[in-house]
């Protein structure tokens, strides 16, 4: 019987320009900035780490052209769903870039700051669920799990380095 390998996808090699992206996104969004010609260049930095997560995708689905043809048109679903959640934990971190940056964070802002945060969390598991149904409609279950690993991976990637920027609360 012949053994085999957890984590058989190479997905560290099709992330390392996610992380490079990411890890210069980060420390802009920590502080809050006025629009810039450093927004442009953030916005094409943006796009290029799109292109790369769909490159990574599509190297790691393994899906037969009827497959693609179904799965496609909701991945795009989901990003422009995911990109609103974003948006959203962006605005989150900016509030509390603000605040930290010049020592204003009050219980009461923290307090909102948390329960956004948390509703963010509930939003993306909420759509995960919704979506791992529409993803089945089109999808074997196999490719439908793979599929969501790949996003969880890329979720655990960008948290994580959101946890390394993010400095605690004083």
Same mark, same amino acid.
């Given at each position: 019987?012949?053994?085999?390998?957890?984590?058989?996808? +190479?997905?560290?090699? $099709?992330?390392?320009?996610?992380?490079?992206? *990411?890890? *210069?996104?980060?420390?802009?969004? &920590?502080?809050?900035?006025?629009?810039?010609?450093? %927004?442009?260049?953030?916005?094409?930095?943006?796009?290029? &780490?799109?292109? %790369? !997560? !769909?490159?990574?995708?599509?190297?790691?689905?393994?899906?037969? %052209?009827?497959?693609?043809?179904?799965?496609?048109?909701?991945?795009?679903? $989901?990003?422009? =769903?995911?990109? =609103?959640?974003?948006?959203?934990?962006?605005?989150?971190?900016?509030?509390?870039?603000?605040?930290?940056?010049?020592?204003?964070?009050?219980?009461?802002?923290?307090?909102?700051?948390? %329960?956004?945060?948390?509703?963010?969390?509930?939003?993306?598991?909420? *759509?995960?669920?919704?979506? +791992?149904?529409?993803?089945?409609?089109?999808?074997?279950?196999?490719?439908?799990?793979?599929?969501?690993?790949?996003?969880?991976?890329?979720?655990? *990637?960008?948290?994580?380095?959101?946890?390394?920027?993010?400095?605690?609360?004083?």
């Amino acid at each position: 019987m012949t053994q085999r390998k957890f984590g058989k996808f +190479s997905i560290a090699r $099709y992330l390392l320009p996610v992380y490079l992206a *990411m890890a *210069m996104i980060l420390p802009a969004l &920590v502080t809050a900035q006025e629009k810039t010609a450093e %927004d442009t260049n953030m916005e094409i930095l943006r796009e290029k &780490v799109r292109a %790369d !997560k !769909k490159l990574l995708i599509a190297a790691n689905m393994d899906l037969t %052209d009827t497959e693609a043809t179904a799965f496609w048109p909701v991945y795009e679903e $989901y990003q422009k =769903q995911l990109e =609103q959640l974003n948006d959203r934990l962006k605005t989150t971190i900016e509030t509390y870039a603000k605040e930290f940056n010049a020592n204003t964070l009050s219980d009461e802002t923290a307090k909102k700051l948390i %329960d956004e945060s948390l509703a963010i969390d509930a939003a993306e598991v909420q *759509m995960r669920k919704d979506f +791992s149904g529409k993803l089945a409609e089109v999808l074997p279950g196999k490719k439908v799990a793979r599929y969501l690993q790949l996003e969880n991976k890329v979720r655990a *990637m960008l948290r994580y380095e959101l946890a390394a920027e993010i400095p605690l609360v004083e």
